[in-house]
């Protein structure tokens, strides 16, 4: 009977364990090298700071619903993992800056590629035009030498210059920059599965 008792307590104080109790030398490296990623970019260490506060004290399941809440990485949808969220960042980067040129030489009425102010103000004027905004701004951010002509290059720059403005869902893939540990660009389910039992008590 006393040994039955022993093992009862055993099983109560296993349930009871303090944080930290039962974690995997693995797992405690793996948020090591967590928090050093999260304190060497601001985006990552918000999101890792409300990672740590929110699945603090959690184990289990919720601890993997807090991670797919806020990483937005649900890894349970077909094919979520593994994330390619590099090339991912870099094709929606792409399509924008096509638009943003494309959108800038619908102003380029006599087809030379570059976008006089005339030619600005008599396309934006034509009732059909519509839009506009962009080549407007591309003026205003990229006509360096103040020449009131929109050079080939200088309608490169102020594509480049106005992509931050424009690409506001960066963010959006802060929470796979996080997990990726081998920083490769691509997030694996090993990756994944890692990071969440780093975050286990
Ligand atoms: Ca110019
Ligand atoms: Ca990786």
Redesign the pocket.
């Known amino acids: 009977m006393k040994q039955i008792a022993k093992l009862a307590l055993m099983a109560l104080l296993a349930v009871t364990a303090g944080p930290s109790q039962g974690q995997t030398p693995e797992a405690k490296a793996d948020l090591a090298l967590l928090e050093t990623r999260a304190a060497g970019d601001p985006l990552m260490g918000q999101v890792w700071v409300q990672l740590r506060s929110e699945t603090s004290a959690r184990s289990g399941q919720s601890v993997l619903r807090i991670v797919e809440t806020l990483s937005g990485i649900r890894q349970t949808r077909d094919g979520a993992l593994p994330l390619s969220y590099r090339l991912q960042g870099q094709v929606q980067a792409a399509a924008i800056r096509a638009q943003t040129v494309a959108e800038i030489l619908r102003s380029d009425l006599n087809g030379d590629w570059q976008v006089s102010r005339e030619e600005l103000v008599a396309s934006l004027s034509h009732a059909n035009r519509g839009g506009g905004g962009e080549a407007a701004t591309a003026f205003l951010l990229g006509?360096?030498?103040?020449?009131?002509?929109?050079?080939t290059e200088?309608i490169k720059a102020s594509a480049e210059a106005m992509l931050p403005v424009l690409s506001g869902r960066r963010g959006m893939d802060v929470g796979a920059r996080l997990f990726d540990l081998d920083d490769d660009g691509i997030l694996t389910q090993s990756e994944y599965d890692r990071v969440i039992a780093a975050l286990q008590r």
């Open positions: 006509d360096a030498d103040q020449n009131s002509l929109l050079t200088e």
